[in-house]
Nanobody
Framework: QVQVVESGGGLVQPGGSLRLSCAAS????????MGWYRQTPGKERELIAR???????NYADSVKGRFTISRDNAKRVVYLQMNSLKPEDTAVYYC????????WGQGTQVTVSS
């Protein structure tokens, strides 16, 4: 079983930056594909960034070039660096650990507004 806990959300002005963190439990962290998703009211949760155990990454077109996902296996943490934030990035952001099952955190709110 894997537990994940997100942190780092908050209120930021358009054009600003935030860094989200996801702390994960379990000795197999380095072998797990980790992802960041986001969800707004009335919409499905969408994948925005993913990083494999080997460090390969992929991004949704909407965040490509602005967001960067990274991982620190020694600390069992995954990061999402978000730059050039836009109001449409406002959402609850969720961390995901994918093994045979999907494990989710409780989410962290990101609000981009002036």
């Amino acid at each position: 079983q894997v537990q994940v806990v997100e942190s780092g959300g908050g209120l930021v002005q358009p054009g600003g930056s935030l860094r989200l963190s996801c702390a994960a439990s379990g000795s197999l962290f380095s072998t797990i594909t980790m992802g960041w998703y986001r969800q707004t009211p009335g919409k499905e949760r969408e994948l925005i960034a993913r990083i494999t155990s080997g460090g390969s990454t992929n991004y949704a077109d909407s965040v490509k070039g602005r967001f960067t996902i990274s991982r620190d296996n020694a600390k069992r943490v995954v990061y999402l660096q978000m730059n050039s934030l836009k109001p449409e990035d406002t959402a609850v952001y969720y961390c995901n650990a994918r093994t045979v099952w999907d494990y989710w955190g409780q989410g962290t709110q990101v609000t981009v507004s002036s």
